[in-house]
């Protein structure tokens, strides 16, 4: 059964840091993009990055651009995907979730979702 499960969410301020992780497993991802997608309250999911699972060629959203960093650590039965999240904004706050798919910005490329975990950023 394949399974993604985020975690690393919470309350910052503006201007402050977190580390987002996700738990891939019940699959082989070696074929997949990994992503993060996120959604605020009363808004449409959107990209944030990707990040292939084999090579680690990287894309981002022009808003995160800079700020944020997308990494991948292949364990046994298990892919690791962490965004590194820098100089956070009020307009960052969301619902984040963790993807995997065949890339791109588009969440109807991306078969497989976690549960999501809430980032809130703080004015």
């Known amino acids: 059964q394949v399974q993604l499960v985020e975690s690393g969410g919470g309350l910052v301020q503006a201007g402050g840091s977190l580390r987002l992780s996700c738990a891939a497993s019940g699959r082989t991802f070696s074929n997949y993009f990994m992503a993060w997608f996120r959604q605020a309250a009363g808004k449409e999911r959107e990209f944030v990055a990707h990040?292939?699972?084999?090579?680690?060629?990287?894309?981002?959203a022009d808003s995160v651009k800079g700020r944020f960093t997308i990494s991948t650590n292949n364990a046994q039965n298990t892919v690791f995907v962490y965004i590194n999240m820098n100089s956070l904004k009020a307009e960052d706050t969301a619902v984040y979730y963790c993807?995997?798919?065949?890339?791109?910005?588009?969440?109807?490329?991306?078969?497989?979702w976690g549960q999501g975990t809430q980032v809130t950023v703080s004015s």
């Open positions: 990040i292939r699972s084999i090579g680690g060629s990287t894309e981002y």
């Open positions: 993807a995997a798919g065949s890339g791109g910005n588009k969440t109807n490329a991306y078969k497989y």
